[in-house]
């Protein structure tokens, strides 16, 4: 089946300590997106990149970096996590970039920072 | 600045139907989505409407009025499994996805 994979699906750190969270997909989808989501709360759009332009959200803290190898992975890095960084991160990706956008999540990474 | 807005928590009761409303004001609009989110796991896709009316889809329905900046999601013949949160999302002038915070929606026996 076709789908957003995400590893791992819970991920714990120490305060300071870089860590990388992944995603695959294999939609062949162009455009890959990384939420952040906090409890109650709407899911936060970090960056996306269409194909392999990357696309920083304005106040998107420079502690979060992204990379895309190649269609099928991207990855989330976060150079010095803080307590305030533990949440849920999703991962999405929709086949275009424009009018009709549904996108398709994985299942998430919970980040614990202790 | 964009907002949307949904009930933060409802409660219904097994086999009642239930309407989750959203408003929203955005810097444009190119449709609007409902996603379903059950606890500690990713949003799954409900349905997306661009034009004013009712969209069906077997237990659920979604409607939107353009004129004021509402939709709403309806549910009918409520199951224990529809215990989730309800995003709400609007695709704006620059096609980014705004989401409300959700509604959590409680189904008692």
């Known amino acids: 089946d076709a789908m957003v994979i995400q590893n791992p699906r819970y991920q714990v750190t120490q305060f300071g300590k870089p860590v990388t969270l992944s995603c695959s997909q294999t939609l062949n989808h162009n455009v890959m997106y990384w939420y952040q989501q906090k409890s109650s709360q709407a899911p936060k759009l970090l960056f996306h990149y269409y194909d392999k332009d990357f696309n920083n959200e304005a106040d998107t803290p420079d502690n979060f970096q992204s990379r895309r190898p190649n269609t099928s992975f991207c990855f989330l890095d976060i150079r010095s996590p803080g307590l305030g960084d533990a949440a849920m991160y999703l991962c999405?990706?929709?086949?275009?970039?424009?009018?009709?956008?549904?996108?398709?999540f994985g299942p998430g990474t919970r980040l614990t920072v202790l | 600045g964009q907002n949307i807005d949904q009930p933060t928590e409802m409660t219904a009761t097994e086999g009642a139907i239930v309407q989750i409303n959203c408003t929203y004001q955005?810097?444009?609009?190119?449709?609007l989505f409902w996603y379903q989110q059950h606890a500690g796991e990713a949003p799954t896709f409900l349905s997306y409407n661009v034009l004013d009316g009712l969209e069906e889809k077997g237990r659920f329905s979604s409607f939107l009025s353009r004129s004021k900046g509402y939709s709403y999601l309806l549910l009918k013949e409520l199951q224990m499994k529809d215990s989730a949160s309800y995003l709400c999302a609007v695709l704006d002038s620059n096609y980014q996805l705004i989401w409300g915070a959700g509604t959590k929606l409680i189904i008692k026996p």
């Open positions: 955005t810097s444009g609009f190119n449709g």
């Open positions: 999405a990706t929709s086949r275009v970039r424009g009018t009709y956008n549904e996108q398709f």
